[in-house]
């Protein structure tokens, strides 16, 4: 069973701090993809990353793809109350279904 | 305009009772799905149908029917519900072309059982 590690599980800090958020797993991906969940709403997807080593940019949020294509990391530069929310890993590979991570709840206190 | 709608968003029943939750995608995607978001916010994946045939069936327990009338649309009916089906469900999309499955989700449907 493929599994998805996210850490940290929670995180609260003031704006304009950096932070950066992981996801895990022993398992090799052929993509994978972050989505933020805000409360009451389904997650939406931020970006997809699919050759390893590779780094998108989405603003202030910078996706990397690890070398082995097993982990993910999210960093956020000067973080705001906006982005407060469930930041969600998931991992494809073939024809499984899209495995998902627990998420890190991510709270920007103004 | 709206990609992927639910409704009902919220549902309270008792146990026992029958209900049905419905989801319709506007994206022309190929594949929809149900997700179960549990209290602890684990999103597991239930069913997946690709052109209205089911290609994915996790271990879901047999109280729970998913129903594709056409491409756009799948509906999810829950019988006999029990507390522990109390959770929200999301209904999701994706084009199946290029296996990254990125998946567009519905506002979820957050089902009460009493």
């Known amino acids: 069973t493929q599994l998805l590690e996210q850490s940290p599980q929670f995180l609260s800090i003031q704006e304009g701090e950096n932070l950066t958020v992981y996801c895990n797993s022993s398992s090799v991906f052929s993509s994978l993809q972050w989505y933020r969940q805000e409360p009451g709403e389904g997650p939406v997807l931020l970006v997809t990353v699919v050759t390893g080593g590779e780094v998108k940019k989405l603003k202030r949020l910078t996706f990397q793809f690890g070398d082995a294509r097993k982990d993910s990391s999210l960093h956020i530069t000067a973080a705001q109350p906006g982005d407060t929310g469930l930041y969600l890993c998931a991992g494809a590979s073939g024809n499984t279904p899209l495995v998902f991570g627990k998420g890190t709840r991510l709270s920007v206190i103004a | 305009d709206t990609a992927v709608s639910q409704t009902p968003k919220y549902l309270v029943t008792q146990m026992g009772n029958d209900k049905s939750i419905k989801c319709e995608q506007n994206?022309?995607?190929?594949?929809m799905y149900w997700y179960k978001q549990d209290s602890k916010k684990f999103l597991k994946i239930m069913f997946s149908y690709n052109n209205k045939e089911l290609i994915i069936n996790e271990t879901v327990p047999n109280r729970f029917s998913p129903k594709s009338p056409d491409k756009a649309h799948l509906n999810l009916h829950i019988n006999s519900l029990e507390l522990g089906d109390s959770a929200v469900y999301f209904c999701?999309?994706?084009?199946?072309?290029?296996?990254?499955?990125?998946?567009?989700f519905g506002p979820g449907t957050r089902l009460t059982v009493t």
């Open positions: 994206l022309g995607h190929d594949t």
């Open positions: 999701a999309s994706s084009l199946a072309t290029g296996l990254t499955y990125e998946q567009y």
